[in-house]
Each structure stands twice: as C-alpha cells, then as structure tokens.
C-alpha cells in the first residue's frame, strides 16, 4: 500500500517538475511522514481503532477455542480409567477441534492481512489526494516522503500540516 502511494506521490512529483521551466530558486520543496499522518490524525487512529477491534474479537474467539481444546487434551491424559470407546470419542473430537484452530488461524491471519492492507490502500488513498491538493495550494514543486529522502531541513517538514487539513476533511 506504501507502494501505491509513493506511486501517487512520484506520479505528482513528475507532472510538477515537467508542468513548466523552473529554476532552482522558484524551487518549493516539501517533506512528508506518511506514518506519522496514519498514527496522529483522527481519520487514521479511528481506523486503526475499529481495526484492533476486530483484531480483539478474533483473538478472543481463537483463544477460547484453544482453552476447549486444552480441556479435551487434559481430559485425554486423565482417562486412564476410561474405557477404550469414550477415549476414541475425546481423541475424535480432539483431533477434529485441533483442526478447527488451525483453520480458525489461518483465517483470521488472511482475514487480519487482507484487512490491514485494504485500510492501509485507503488511508494511504486519501493522504496522497490531499498531499497533490495541497501540493497545487500552495505551489509546492515537490514533496517527497520523509523515509525515502537522506537528510533534510526540518524546517520543510509540512507532515502537521497535512494532518490538520486531513483531519479537516473527516
């Protein structure tokens, strides 16, 4: 998803570095934290809310499946006075519960991916049509993601401002 938006962002970079002739003293360059806009504006801490939301529900679901699962397993190791048919049984449901989990598992991992990736498109999305707004705003030439430039002046780091006009829109 980084890599839709960084796409986006060099996509605007290009069409205003090539949109006319300008020297390097008309140069307006800006520097932005995309992280840093996901985790402090509201938009993206109340999407990451509603995600780890559903991130705890799931976890609960699997954890109590885990602790049925226990309870077969301590039930199994204590049936030494059991006869032969009950302890088929507890090892036939065993065996079917531990392969419940593990499916359970690996749903809600694609579910959690899939998921995290699709909020991370759309934040990402939303960032970037309000970083070329404002780019055009306030004719900047370029702005460029913080993680991908070596070093800079702070003073050209305009990632607050681009949380505040992101919070404006939500």
Known sequence: MKKTLLAALYICMAVCLFAGPVSAVDMKVGIIDTQKIISNSKA??????L???DKDTMQANFTAKQKELQTIQNELTSMAKYDASV??????????VKKELDRMKTEIEEDLN??????????YTEIAAIVTTYSKNEKYTIILEKNY?????GTIDITDKIIQLYDATK
């Open 44 to 49: 993206g801490k109340s999407a990451y809310l």
């Open 114 to 123: 899939t998921k995290n990736t699709e909020l991370n498109r759309k934040l």
């Open 149 to 153: 430039v070596a070093a800079y002046d």
């Open 87 to 96: 302890y088929a049984e507890k090892t036939a449901k065993y065996t079917k």
């Open 51 to 53: 995600f780890n939301k």
